[in-house]
């Protein structure tokens, strides 16, 4: 079955500064991979996905993240924070388009001024 | 658009009753899924139906049911109420499923006392 690690249940980054959030997935197929974040009393917002194709995947608000098979991973970068980043981000995987979308536990990001 | 709603917001449950969830999706979205969402554990998927079916699975017990109608609206369901069923339920329409868009409800966010 597949599944999601997200490390780090908090990380704290500076105004400005690069983020990385990391993602490792485990199927036994290839999958679809998303990044969705979430406001405080908010659903949660797609960011961006990887189905098939490019393997750097650009999304919302300057986030990409970049799929990596030998590596199993699907980490979010963003090269410059800003407050308004300040969320929980959460990871998922999908192994096929009618299948469920399992989610990490999430990340909470926090910008430091 | 209008998007995902979820009704109600709030509620509050004595152990032992049931509780009925309401999921009015975005209009042409099929798939509804619905997540558990508590701190620490991130989202766990209760399931998801798909043209009145349901087409995936997660591991809750029986006590946790849904039905979807004929307009895509679903409802979620869970019976004799337990102190570790307090959490946000979060709602997710869309198109097909896994390789389309997940819009996502502001989720209800349910106590049992």
């Known amino acids: 079955a597949q599944s999601v690690t997200q490390l780090g249940s908090h990380v704290s980054v500076s105004e400005g500064a690069l983020v990385l959030l990391r993602c490792n997935y485990s199927?036994?197929?290839?999958?679809?991979l998303f990044w969705y974040v979430q406001y405080p009393n908010q659903g949660l917002q797609l960011l961006l996905k990887y189905t098939t194709g490019a393997t750097l995947v650009k999304g919302i608000n300057g986030f990409e993240a970049e799929f990596k098979k030998s590596e199993t991973s699907f980490h979010l970068t963003k090269p410059s924070a800003h407050m308004s980043d300040a969320a929980e981000y959460f990871c998922?995987?999908?192994?096929?388009?009618?299948?469920?979308?399992?989610f990490g536990k999430g990340t909470r990001l926090h910008i430091l001024p | 658009k209008a998007g995902v709603t979820q009704t109600p917001r709030y509620l509050i449950k004595t152990r032992g009753q049931q509780v009925t969830l309401s999921c009015s999706p975005i209009?042409?979205?099929?798939?509804v899924s619905w997540y558990q969402q508590t701190p620490g554990q991130g989202l766990q998927f209760l399931f998801e139906?798909?043209?009145?079916?349901?087409?995936n699975k997660g591991n809750f017990p029986g006590r946790f049911s849904g039905r979807q109608f004929s307009n895509s609206r679903s409802e979620m369901n869970v019976s004799t109420l337990e102190l570790g069923d307090s959490a946000l339920y979060l709602c997710?329409?869309?198109?097909?499923?896994?390789?389309?868009?997940?819009?996502f409800g502001q989720g209800t966010r349910l106590t049992v006392v």
């Open positions: 998922a995987v999908s192994v096929k388009r009618d299948d469920k979308i399992i």
């Open positions: 209009s042409g979205h099929r798939s």
């Open positions: 997710a329409s869309s198109l097909q499923g896994a390789n389309t868009e997940a819009f």
């Open positions: 139906y798909f043209s009145e079916t349901q087409r």
């Open positions: 199927s036994s197929v290839p999958p679809y």
